[in-house]
């Protein structure tokens, strides 16, 4: 806590002003998480402080949230296309990327628990950056991230805005972002290393090497290419399912019924069910034989029964 905190006040996230001027108050908490690696042990333990978001409103705390992130579509082709090619692949993670997005808007904040300024105990936080938990903190990081690699003479390709080109230089760079987590490719590694060395000027980001995984993918060299598994992440969902000790089927679907609306008892609660079909639609990245059966159940989210 103490680390994540020091990091607040280095990055300038916020100004101490009394609670008279703060007519849009949110309150803040701290999240604790566990960061696991690959093979499932343990990475690192972590700490952030976020705002509770929850409490606020449209047209008065904010006004835009969207922020576009790569699509699964795009990621394939970009592998495939290194792949072919030969390409080397370079993966960075941005350090606390949101703390580096600037808000249009006037956001105050309550004092973090545990670290509240013993001389002015009752003033509360104007917040100069966006921070975790706020609604428009993932489009003030994107923003951010976008004028940046615009003044690097790329430009956002029109089928997917997350996917960034340079086709100007004798050697084309691309550039995959989801957020925090950053995908580079070229033909040149010296391009590479110096947009690399160019970000971290601008941003505090941990070079992670080759790219080896990302987003709950592992991405594993081949003799013939590159392999994507989800081995970690099925396991997790079959955990959560209580489904570890199952039988394996070849057809994830019954071929000998019809579903329909009107069959079986609903659910007193389908947010489990709509969790775990959100679940198995990430999965199909890797995983396009449960596709077919993925989109049947997705069509019955509305009021899923006990047969789906």
């Known amino acids: 806590m103490q680390f994540e905190y020091d990091a607040l006040l280095r990055n300038r996230t916020w100004s101490l002003v009394p609670p008279d001027n703060a007519p849009?108050?949110?309150?803040?908490?701290?999240?604790?998480?566990?960061?696991?690696?690959?093979?499932?042990?343990?990475?690192?333990?972590?700490?952030?402080?976020?705002?509770?978001?929850?409490h606020q409103r449209p047209g008065l705390y904010y006004i835009e949230t969207f922020s576009p992130v790569v699509k699964p579509a795009t990621l394939r082709i970009i592998l495939s296309l290194a792949t072919t090619h030969n390409w080397c692949l370079r993966q960075l993670d941005i350090n606390n990327a949101f703390l580096q997005g600037h808000h249009t808007e006037s956001v105050y904040m309550s004092q973090p628990s545990g670290f509240i300024d013993p001389s002015l105990p009752n003033h509360v936080c104007k917040l100069n950056k966006a921070i975790y938990g706020l609604r428009q903190a993932s489009r003030a990081w994107y923003d951010e991230l976008k004028n940046f690699v615009l003044s690097n003479h790329l430009k956002p390709t029109i089928s997917d805005p997350s996917l960034f080109i340079n086709l100007s230089t004798s050697s084309p760079i691309y550039i995959l972002v989801y957020i925090d987590d950053i995908i580079i490719t070229d033909p040149s590694t010296s391009l590479i290393t110096s947009f690399s060395s160019s970000l971290s000027n601008r941003f505090s980001l941990k070079d992670l090497g080759s790219l080896s995984y990302f987003l709950g993918v592992e991405i594993l060299p081949h003799q013939h290419g590159l392999f994507m598994s989800q081995s970690k992440y099925i396991l997790d969902i079959l955990t959560k399912a209580n489904m570890t000790d199952c039988k394996s089927a070849s057809t994830p679907m019954t071929t000998s019924e019809t579903l329909n609306t009107t069959d079986g008892t609903p659910l007193p609660s389908p947010t489990s069910y709509r969790s775990f079909i959100g679940a198995l639609q990430y999965l199909s990245l890797t995983r396009p034989d449960v596709t077919f059966a993925v989109n049947k159940l997705s069509q019955f989210m509305h009021q899923p029964t006990n047969l789906h």
């Open 24 to 54: 849009n108050l949110v309150g803040c908490k701290w999240i604790f998480r566990t960061k696991f690696k690959p093979d499932g042990s343990v990475d690192r333990l972590k700490a952030r402080l976020i705002a509770k978001g929850f």
